[in-house]
Every structure is written in C-alpha cells, then in structure tokens.
Nanobody, 124 residues
Framework: QVQLAESGGGLVQAGDSLRLSCAASGLTFTMTSMGWFRQAPGKEREFVAAISRSGGSILYADSVKGRFTFSRENAKNTVYLQMNSLKFEDTAVYYC?????????????????WGRGTQVTVSS
C-alpha cells in the first residue's frame, strides 16, 4: 500500500521560512517522480513544484520560483520543499504526490498517489 505522509506545515509570519517533508512508502521511490500541489480556501488545487526521479530536473510554478526549493533524498524515500520568503498568498494546504513518470509533471492528473496534506498558514 502506497503512503505519502507530509509534515512540516504550520503558522508563520510573512517573510519566514518553512520546510515541508513528504515520506513515501509502498513504492519504488527511485522510479517515482514527485510533485507538490497546494489548495487555498475557495480555490482549485494548483501546481507548486515537481521533481524527476533522479532529482536532476525540477519545475516550479512562477509564483514560487526563486523562493521555494524542491529536493529529494532517495536513500530516505523523502522529498522536501524548502519555502523561504513566505507570503500571505502562500497560505494553503500543501499536498505531496507521486507519479510513475520519469520527469516531474505540472498536471495533477499524472499523479497516481496523494498524501493527506499539511496546512501552511502565513500571517501578513
């Protein structure tokens, strides 16, 4: 059974940093590309970042480029999203997702497995 467990969310002030983690189990992690998505209240889920199986290719949404860093540690079956210079508009539930494709994807439909999410709240 595939499980994705996010952690690291919380309440911070604008300008602060957070690091989200997502631990995966039940799959061959090195054969899995990963993604982060987020959903704010009243809005649709949106793409944040994606990373290829090897970690050599990373995609970011324009809204987070230069502030967020996506990385993976295959030895620990874990991915990380380092979020710096957080803004009020980054407030959302952040979801980790896994795909069997080699490259990361912006399209949420390419992800077969999803975590339950972790809340990030940024106060202005």
């Amino acid at each position: 059974q595939v499980q994705l467990a996010e952690s690291g969310g919380g309440l911070v002030q604008a300008g602060d940093s957070l690091r989200l983690s997502c631990a995966a189990s039940g799959l061959t992690f090195t054969m899995t590309s990963m993604g982060w998505f987020r959903q704010a209240p009243g809005k649709e889920r949106e793409f944040v970042a994606a990373i290829s199986r090897s970690g050599g290719s990373i995609l970011y949404a324009d809204s987070v480029k230069g502030r967020f860093t996506f990385s993976r540690e295959n030895a620990k079956n874990t991915v990380y999203l380092q979020m710096n210079s957080l803004k009020f508009e980054d407030t959302a539930v952040y979801y980790c997702a896994a795909s069997t494709t080699e490259s990361g994807n912006l399209d949420s439909r390419r992800y077969a497995y999803w975590g339950r999410g972790t809340q990030v709240t940024v106060s202005s």
